[in-house]
């Protein structure tokens, strides 16, 4: 994959559409298009970052369709090498004769991923850069969107890349101390190190903890919704849903397993899981159910409790609601009041947790169903820390894995550094710690690290 031939991909997705994009990407990419192109200006001397009108021709010579070429000449272009994006009528079989004339006329069919890898190759882009670019083509929201962009625009491998070349330089001058070990000298101060090393080590491990938090925003936020028995909760997800998600009906254990459906609030996706009723029961099945719904309560970042306003016997589940809440000191609670419209406006509700909510609500009506999903929206941001920070968040597994190594080691060499230990052995965590930073941004990459994140990336990407 790291050849320097010219490839070829179409790059929007497969079907058929208004127009698609074929990309041809390397040092032949103009040559390559030239010939399978008739029009009055020539591909080989277009002008960088311009456009041309003409007509791209199919495996046989004939016209196929007319078209656009974009030519881009290096190493200004994505790739970072010379580019040609020919646009077509997005009929799929004008698509498929386009790649077909394009491998005849000399380009090579693109591996999945290769695009972006080229750019990452070229020095376009680091790592996390290139796979923003894959991030933010899969986001749903306009939270993931951000994510994504940020990552790409090279705030977070800004600063990655800060921490690493300062304990470089120590880490330098300690490998130096190594090569005088007879001597007994220290060229990288002890203070200074143990000053920096801290640094990476709080830092890496601040940006670690930030991953749960990345993850939900990427994958859907948890919220569990729970309450007792027949409080309205399937109903609730239903409205909230705008869909009939979940079966309904006035009997008392209707929901058995939990109900999980991806909707939108705000600017999050947000998994949201409609669970067994919480009750003493002496049914198998539902006891199961039950289980499932204290799982969904403890991985919930909001927890959205339904309580039937109209009926003040109604159990409320306080117990397992704050043994999850103590547990992740991040959780907020919402508490919906529903069925308002047996009873009118619900005002002082006595609620024993803290970080929590009431919103009136009447899922029969609608009534409080958007209060609902903005009190939501502002729970969300604030169970993940987001409103407050709008730094860096990591939301990809790999960083999480390296920022956890990088501080893992950093700690290593804080505490040996403390505890007087020689420099040669404290080189080593020193260099593990360097190692898993570098590996973030790809300043220090393997062929297999590089085919292993590229290879997940579809073709023309
Ligand atoms: N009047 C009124 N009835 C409601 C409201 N929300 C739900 N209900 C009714 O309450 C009953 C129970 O609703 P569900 O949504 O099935 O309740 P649940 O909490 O999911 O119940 P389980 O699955 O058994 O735990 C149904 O008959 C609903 O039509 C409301 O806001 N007002
Ligand atoms: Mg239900």
Redesign the pocket.
Known sequence: MTKNDTICAISTPPGVGGIAVARVSGPDARDVVQRIWRGRRAITSAQANTCLVGTVLDTCGEALDQAVATVFHAPHSFTGEDVVEVSVHGSRWVQQELVMSLLKAGARMAEAGEFSMRAFMSGRMDLTQAEAVADLIASTSRATQRLALRQMRGAFSDKIERLREELLELAALLELELDFSEEDVEFASRERLMELTAKVCDATARLADGFSAGRAIRDGVPVAIV??????????LNALADDER??????????RDVVEDLISIGDYTVRLK?T??IRHTTDTIERLGIERSRRALQEAAVILL?IDA?NSEAPVPWDDILSAMATSPHTRLVVAA?????VGEICNMDIPAERAEVVS?????GRGIDELRSTLSSAISAALGTDADSGVLVSNARHYQALREASAAAARVLEALQAGIPGDLVAQDLRECLAALGSITGAITTPEILSTIFSRFCIGK
């Open positions: 309450g007792a028995t027949n409080a309205g909760k399937s109903s609730i979940a079966i309904v009906s006035d009997i008392h254990g209707t929901t409609d067994a009723g339904v109209s529903n069925k308002s419209d047996l609500t009447s899922a029969l009506t």
